[in-house]
Every structure is written in C-alpha cells, then in structure tokens.
C-alpha cells in the first residue's frame, strides 16, 4: 500500500496526481470466507480492520448493499466523547476515545480529529446537580469532566444567549475536554484502505438476500451476487438490522426511525466547541468549512425513509435559536436524514446470538459515529475468539430478559419520546 | 408532513398527533401466568417492518382519541385509519 505523507503528496503534485494508486480494489465475491461482515459502514469497515489487525483473520469479507460511507458514518454530525455516567457505557467510550487519538497515525489517514471539548448546558439547579453527579461517575472511571459555572460558560462560549428574561437561562453546563469531532467520511475511507491492504474483500452493491443456516450453526449467506460460504457471520447494518433479524426469523428490542441534521451556510469561527441545549435535544458545532452542524431529535415514527420531515426540523431549531439566537439570520445550506437502530433501553448490543456463528452489532441509536473504532475492536473480538470482551459483556441481548438494561437517560422503551 | 385522517375528525397534519408506537402488540392476558418469552415480546421485542406498518396515534391536539394507522415506514403512504378497537 502507498504510504501517504507531505512528501508522497508533493511527489504526485510534480507528476501531475496520475500515478495514486486506488484506495481500495473492487473484488468479486470469492465462493467461501472465515468471515463476512453484513454492513460496509464504520462499524463494519472498524471491525474488519481490527479482525485482520488485531486477530490475523485476513480472509474477511464486507457486503454492503450501496457504496461503503453511504450509510449513517456519512451522515451524522461527527461528534466523539464519553460523557456517560453508567461504566458499561463510559468504560466502553472511554477506550474508544483512546482509540480516536491514535487514528490518523495507525490509519496513515488524516481523520481530522479535533478535540474541542464538549459541553452539555444545564438550565436549572436539578440539572447542575445531575451533571454533577454524571461528571463524579465520569471522573470515576477516569474520564475527564469539568463542572462549570454560567460565568464559566460565558468566557467559553459568549455567543450563547445570556440574557436574564430568556425561558431556559443558562446555570451553567458540564464539559468533557477531550470531546470533540473527526471527519466522518476520512473514518470509514481510512479504515476501508487499511482493511483492503490487509486483504479484506470490500464487495459494494452487494445486497445480501438471505441466510444459510442448517442445524442453528450459519453456513452463510445469499446476496443480489451471488451466494457466499462463510464460517462466522456479523451483522453491522445499523438502522437495517430489523430487516435482515426477519430473514432469521428473529424478532429484536429494535425499532428503526430517522433521525434528521442540518448544516448552515458557511460563517467565520464563532464556535470553538460542541455545544448541546439541556432544556430539549439540540446540539452544535462549527465544521472546518465553517458551516454550523445541527441535529436534535428523532422524526417521532417507525421510519426507513432516509430522509426528514419538515415539523420535526422546525421543532429542533427552535431550540436552537433559543441557544444561540444568531442561528436565525442563517440560511440552511444542506438538510440529511440517516435511518437509526434504537434498542429499548437506548444502549447498544453487541454480542453473540442463538445462532452458531452469528454475531450482532446494534442498537447505537443517536450515538454510532463516536463508537465506530470501539464498536470494531470490540466486536472483532466477540467474532475471533467467539465470547464477548469485557467492555462489551454488558451490551449483551439477553439483558432485556434479566432485566439489567443501561438505560442512561431513564427513557424507557418509547424510543421515539425525547 | 404528514396527513392522518382521523376517523373522528377527518384529515388532519401530524401536528395535532402524537405517535404512539407498533399498534399490533398485544399485552398478555390478565389473571393468566404470563413466560418470561410473552413479556419481553409485550415490552421490548419489535418487528420493525420495512414496508407496510399499523401504528397507533393519539389525537391529542384533537378529538384525543386513539386511533390504529396503517402506513408504509418508507414512502409514508398512509392506507387505512381505523379507531383503535378495531382491527386493520
């Protein structure tokens, strides 16, 4: 593989940027596999990267219906952290923060990861008070948190509304400083260039049709390409896992909806910082292009659509504008919808299933972007050494039958409440 | 935008509506022994259809009844609304 660097780059300039070699190859399905993942998203891409990586297994296959990072790694607001209070949660994000600082120098691809710091607003003395607590279970667990006043947050942030009369007035807000964004789309082309290197097949327009299984154990799949043997099968299809569980006759804790985001024109710096509203579901931040980046809540119903509905957009930047009221004299430059895997208890599953060579990843709700390297690490190694990771161990599927859900913000199951 | 025609009220935006999830899950019958299997099917275990889809709605900016809609969860077609004792 070309290694890219200042130097390979000015090299290519002299030569007219003719002689780069392709990225990735486009292979035809070979007839067996060790292992083939369903998904050629970020989480599929991660995982076999750190299948091959991590545990030699090389001869691996991704399928993916459409085009690698056409899916949800290409359409979310590319925010990192770990800000969770609950330790499978924080422990889980925190090794994958670990595994964002490195990315760009193991990937030899600029991810552009800019920790800038994140910060939840809080907009009452039971909301510092919350924070306090999320931020000592944080701290806990190593990750680092930063409870901060209003007069705190002004200096930060000034641009924020800080009048008196407002209806939600600003109380002050807890910060991850190692928060921040990466470039979504360097994600998943880094890791697909990796993984190919390593001789990973990425098989695009390949969509997978059914499943061989004979006496509980896989056998493998059927796909718009042809069938494929494989010994070990996973699944990273996100907000399409309800449609392949049908297939295998499994029924899941998931429902699909869509979840909307919306960039702004192109403006001068005025946000140094991830920002979100406590007194609804509304975040931002400033891309490098200088766009503002905004995503709130979930269009409310079972939806594949892939794209939004306007009342629920409305909805959502009314909040902004009550955050930051110079939002309203911008003009939208660009509206997307991505369709999202909600599980019951708004954690994700990552475990093995009834099915001998099985393995589900899943339910990532509005957070699958930041889990992309942890969610590949960990599921790697649930499929190569057939038994879940520690860090994983409690995003297991049975949980919803002994009752042990993480459930973070207390939602219950009504996934599309907010 | 949505357009639910509701069978009380006739056609009306999304707006006046709050949805109220998968409209065919049943909750076990009382006074029965209930396995561990029929509540995790009543509480967490959804289909998710990709396609045809009969959800519940509450009108609650309305007439704030309950209603049973069938809509397709791709192209949002809306087929058939029914009050919610009844089936589709």
């Known amino acids: 593989m070309q290694k890219y660097s200042a130097f390979s780059l000015f090299k290519n300039a002299l030569k007219g940027h003719k002689d780069w070699q392709v990225a990735w190859k486009d292979p035809t399905p070979k007839e067996e596999y060790d292992v083939v993942i369903i998904g050629g998203g970020g989480h599929g891409l991660a995982t076999a990267y750190y299948l091959a990586k991590e545990h030699n297994i090389t001869n691996v296959a991704i399928v993916e219906k459409g085009w690698i990072g056409g899916g949800n790694v290409g359409r979310n607001t590319t925010i990192l952290r770990s800000n969770y209070m609950h330790d499978e949660n924080g422990l889980f994000y925190e090794k994958g923060m670990e595994l964002w600082r490195n990315m760009s120098q193991e990937l030899n691809f600029n991810v552009m990861y800019s920790p800038r710091g994140i910060i939840n607003l809080a907009h009452s003395d039971a909301q510092m008070n919350a924070y306090a607590r999320r931020g000592n279970s944080m701290r806990l667990n190593g990750i680092d948190a930063i409870l901060l006043g209003r007069e705190e947050i002004k200096k930060l942030v000034p641009i924020l509304d800080f009048s008196e009369n407002v209806r939600f007035p600003i109380f002050g807000g807890l910060m991850q400083p190692s928060g921040g964004t990466a470039r979504h789309d360097a994600v998943a082309w880094g890791y697909a260039r990796q993984a190919d290197s390593m001789g990973v097949d990425i098989i695009q327009h390949c969509e997978v049709t059914g499943f061989e299984v004979v006496n509980g154990k896989i056998k493998g799949i059927k796909t718009s390409r042809g069938n494929i043997k494989a010994k070990k099968v996973g699944l990273c299809v996100a907000g399409s896992t309800s449609v392949l569980a049908e297939m295998l006759n499994m029924t899941l804790p998931l429902e699909t909806h869509l979840l909307q985001a919306c960039v702004s024109e192109p403006i001068k710096p005025i946000l140094d910082h991830v920002v979100t509203f406590g007194a609804g579901h509304f975040y931002c931040s400033q891309s490098d292009k200088g766009e503002m980046v905004m995503g709130g809540d979930l269009d409310g119903y079972n939806s594949y659509a892939q794209r939004g509905n306007l009342p629920t957009l409305q909805h959502v930047l009314t909040e902004g504008i009550a955050m930051l009221p110079f939002l309203s004299k911008l003009k939208m430059l660009r509206t997307w919808g991505g369709i999202m895997d909600m599980s019951m208890d708004g954690s994700p599953i990552i475990d093995k299933t009834h099915i001998e060579g099985l393995y589900l990843n899943c339910g990532w709700c509005y957070g699958g972007f930041k889990a992309t390297p942890i969610s590949g690490w960990t599921f790697a190694h649930t499929i190569a050494q057939d038994k879940v990771h520690d860090l994983n161990a409690g995003f297991n599927l049975n949980r919803f039958n002994t009752g042990h859900l993480i459930d973070e913000k207390g939602l219950g199951t009504k996934t599309w409440i907010s | ?88």
């Open chain 2, 1 to 88: 935008m949505l357009y639910i025609k509701c069978p009380y009220c006739g056609l009306r935006s999304q707006n006046e509506f709050a949805y109220g999830g998968d409209g065919t899950v049943k909750r076990p019958t009382l006074n029965k022994e209930v396995s561990d299997k029929e509540w995790d099917n009543f509480v967490y275990n959804r289909k998710s259809p990709r396609g045809k889809h009969v959800e519940l709605w509450h009108h609650i900016s309305g007439c704030r009844q309950w209603i049973k809609v069938q809509r397709d969860t791709v192209t949002h077609e809306i087929f058939k609304t029914v009050s919610a004792d009844k089936e589709i």
